[in-house]
C-alpha cells in the first residue's frame, strides 16, 4: 500500500481501539502522520483496497459495522451528558483563578456509556494549580457531582482529572494519544484566550496529526476581572498554594498510584492506560507493515 493508504489504516486502527468509527471528514482530520489536500485524500479513500468498510456515512475496519449503531447511541448520551457539564463547568468558571475549562476523554468526542462520568480539563493560574483544584473540589461536593476514588456510584459524577498551571501547558510527552487528547479537548469556558495559547504551545500535534485545524472555541468567555485580580493577588500574598498542596496529598496519599502530582501539574488519571494502548496500537500497525 501507498503512503497515503498506510495513513487511512493506522488512523482507522486507532480508532478501533475505543470502538469509534470515523466520518470522513474526521478521518481526514484526524490522519496520523501525512499531510493530504482534501481531494487526495478523497480519491485515495475512494480507490483503495484496505480492508475497511463504510455505513450510513461512518468509515471502520471490516467486520466493525456493528460499532456504527454503538457509536449513534452513545452519541445520544453523550448529547444529555453534555448539557449537564455546561451547566456544572458555568458554576465552576466563577472560580477566580481558572483561566480555561475543556471537557476531555469520551465526552468530547461523543462516545461516553450511560453510566460514565464526565472528565474535565482545567487551566488555572500560575502558581494557583492546587488552590483551583481546591476549591473546584469543594463546589463540586457542594453541588453533589464531585467524584473521587471511593465514588460507587459515578455516573454524570465531574473527574477533575488534569489540572495545570498556564505556565505548564506544554506537553512534553510528544505522543499519539496525547495528541488525540488535546485535538479532541472540548473547550467549555475560556478566559483571556487560554484555549488558543493552548493550543499554541503543542504545535507539536501538526507533526503526527498534521491535516487537523483549530475550528472550535469556548462555548462562553471572559475576560479576567479586576475582582479576579484582586482574589489572586491575595491568594499569592498569603502563600495559600503551598498549604492546600500540603493538605490534598496528604488526604490522597493512600490512593496516590501511577498519578503526576508536582507544583502546577495535578494528572489524577494514572497512565498506564496510555501506555497499554500506545503498545497495542504499536503492535498492531506493525502486523501491517506499518510504522
Not at 194 to 208: L, M, T, V
Not at 217 to 227: D, G, T, V
Not at 228 to 236: F, G, N, P, Q, S
Request: aromatic content about 12%; proline content about 2%; overall charge positive.
Amino acid at each position: 500500500m501507498d503512503s497515503r493508504e498506510g495513513a487511512i489504516l493506522k488512523t482507522l486502527l486507532y480508532s478501533n481501539f475505543f470502538d469509534y468509527p470515523l466520518k470522513k471528514e474526521e478521518l481526514y482530520n484526524f490522519l496520523i502522520g501525512k499531510k493530504l489536500s482534501k481531494n487526495e485524500f478523497t480519491k485515495a479513500l475512494d480507490n483503495t483496497s484496505l480492508p475497511i468498510d463504510s455505513s450510513d456515512g461512518f468509515y471502520f475496519l471490516q467486520g466493525k459495522q456493528k460499532l456504527v449503531k454503538k457509536r449513534q447511541q452513545r452519541e445520544l448520551i453523550s448529547l444529555e451528558k453534555l448539557r449537564k457539564a455546561e451547566l456544572i463547568i458555568k458554576k465552576l468558571s466563577l472560580i477566580p483563578t481558572i483561566k480555561l475549562i475543556g471537557i476531555s476523554g469520551t465526552l468530547a468526542v461523543k462516545n461516553c456509556a450511560e453510566n460514565d462520568d464526565i472528565d474535565i480539563f482545567v487551566v488555572a493560574e500560575n502558581g494557583l494549580a492546587w488552590t483551583t483544584r481546591f476549591l473546584a473540589v469543594i463546589m463540586l461536593i457542594i453541588l453533589g457531582v464531585y467524584r473521587n476514588k471511593n465514588s460507587k456510584r459515578y455516573k454524570d459524577k465531574i473527574c477533575l482529572n488534569l489540572i495545570l498551571d498556564e505556565d505548564r501547558i506544554f506537553f512534553e510527552n510528544q505522543d499519539l494519544f496525547t495528541a488525540h487528547e488535546i485535538v479532541q479537548l472540548l473547550p467549555v469556558f475560556g478566559k483571556d484566550k487560554a484555549y488558543q495559547k493552548f493550543i499554541s504551545a503543542n504545535s507539536w500535534i501538526k507533526e503526527i496529526l498534521p491535516n487537523w485545524q483549530v475550528n472550535q472555541k469556548p462555548i462562553f468567555s471572559r475576560r479576567q476581572s479586576y475582582l479576579d485580580k484582586l482574589m489572586i493577588v491575595i491568594l499569592k500574598i498569603i502563600f495559600l498554594e503551598k498549604i492546600l498542596k500540603v493538605l490534598q496529598l496528604f488526604y490522597m496519599r493512600k490512593d496516590i498510584t501511577r498519578e503526576k502530582l508536582e507544583d502546577g501539574f495535578i494528572g489524577l488519571h494514572p497512565f498506564d492506560y496510555k501506555d497499554r494502548i500506545l503498545k497495542d496500537y504499536n503492535q498492531t500497525i506493525a502486523k501491517f507493515g506499518l510504522q
